[in-house]
């Protein structure tokens, strides 16, 4: 699937032989006043990465100085943000990577990291994207950022390809953050620390942006903060995975409770 | 530096383990989206996820030496004042990781 990124990557590259812009509209229909629904939705998912989306460039800067000043050759960033793709992974692989660990502590690492996403498809709206190759991209490239931006309140009418395009670009900004990021690392020193504070920015920025929409919802807040601590104290080592397995079931003992409290009554 | 296949191995397990956890739950979950506890769920869980990821982030806080606790803790205020400010995410996660390299490194606080 890196392949979809990769071929986005090298699309500038390319100049020869791509068919010059002049030549395109004698092979297509010229659009009418409308702009054609395929560049409206690039436009539109432009627009919307625009934000938060942006917000992966630096990130993206930070993992590739990371990679090169951990001692792993500059394309080490592209491959792993182009295939893995999971950027708190992708930082937790460098070091594993260096170590040359055992590929199954590699997929159990992976495993636990990730296993968050599973609770993802509860909201992330994939029956709203259309076409096998479409699906199996969105899936692979659910990130915490396209999720948080697709399961936002401004995010209810889009429609399958304007999620797909907007996760292609946040892609792109991941993937070419963290090359050009490995390319110039050597200007930038190695004893330069705290790079990696960029991505407890960026979900700071989501956690913020998410909150906002759902201003009258205290408890979800105060449910995903104790969840968090009770992980922190109680399971170290599986901190994500128990404090999602902790959150999940207090929001579903909470949703059961307030069923039989309040029979009939909206519950927002 | 290991060499250029267990590179590839190594990507290529860490891809396929996380491509299975994002996508193979859909299959499971057809069946339940009509369910009213399941879109209560969906729609609570995206603001507490966030709040766990930025708590996963926040989780080696050095709580038992204060002065260590400076660079983080301004980052982390620089980026809640600037996000409220301005609402550009850019400039809230730029602006928050600047102070905190320069925090670290400059200073020595870290």
């Known amino acids: 699937m890196g392949t979809v990124a990769a071929a986005a990557v090298d699309a500038p590259a390319i100049p020869g032989p791509i068919p010059a812009p002049e030549l395109i509209p004698a092979l297509i229909p010229p659009p009418a006043t409308a702009p054609s629904p395929r560049r409206a939705d690039i436009a539109a998912a432009l627009r919307d990465s625009a934000s938060v989306g942006l917000g992966l460039v630096p990130l993206g800067l930070a993992f590739g100085v990371v990679v090169t000043h951990a001692g792993l050759p500059w394309w080490c960033a592209v491959l792993f943000t182009s295939t893995v793709y999971a950027g708190s992974l992708e930082f937790l692989l460098v070091p594993l990577a260096v170590a040359a660990v055992p590929l ?72 070419l953050g963290a090359t050009v990021g490995a390319l110039l690392s050597t200007l930038i020193p190695s004893s330069l620390n705290g790079l990696d504070f960029a991505m407890t920015a960026l979900f700071t920025v989501l956690a913020l942006d998410a909150l906002r929409d759902r201003q009258k919802d205290l408890p979800t807040p105060v449910l995903a903060v104790l969840s968090a601590l009770i992980a922190r104290w109680l399971f170290p080592e599986q901190f994500l995975l128990a404090a999602f397995v902790l959150f999940t079931a207090g929001l579903t003992a909470r949703r059961l409770l307030a069923g039989t409290a309040s029979r009939g009554s909206a519950d927002a | 530096m290991p060499d250029t296949g267990y590179l590839f ?102």
Not at chain 2, 32 to 55: E, K, Y
Request: hydrophobic content about 55%; overall charge positive.
């Open chain 1, 104 to 175: 199954a502590t590699v997929a159990l690492t992976a495993f636990l990291v990730n296993v968050r996403h599973v609770f993802y498809s509860l909201s992330f709206p994939l029956h709203r994207v259309n076409g096998r190759l479409a699906k199996a991209y969105s899936t692979f490239a659910m990130t915490d950022e396209a999720y948080a931006l697709s399961t936002a309140d401004n995010a209810r009418d889009w429609h399958g390809r304007r999620i797909v395009w907007l996760q292609v670009l946040l892609q792109l900004y991941w993937v």
């Open chain 2, 9 to 110: 191995a190594a990507a290529g397990v860490a891809a396929a383990v996380t491509w299975a956890l994002r996508a193979l739950p859909f299959a499971a979950l057809n069946a339940l989206r009509s369910s009213a506890v399941v879109r209560d769920l969906s729609a609570r869980m995206p603001a507490g996820v966030m709040v766990i990821l930025l708590c996963y982030c926040l989780r080696d806080l050095p709580v038992t030496h204060p002065a260590r606790l400076v660079a983080p803790l301004v980052a982390l205020a620089v980026t809640v004042g600037v996000h409220l400010w301005r609402r550009s995410a850019l400039l809230s996660i730029v602006g928050g990781t600047v102070v905190y390299v320069v925090l670290v490194n400059a200073v020595h606080l870290g």
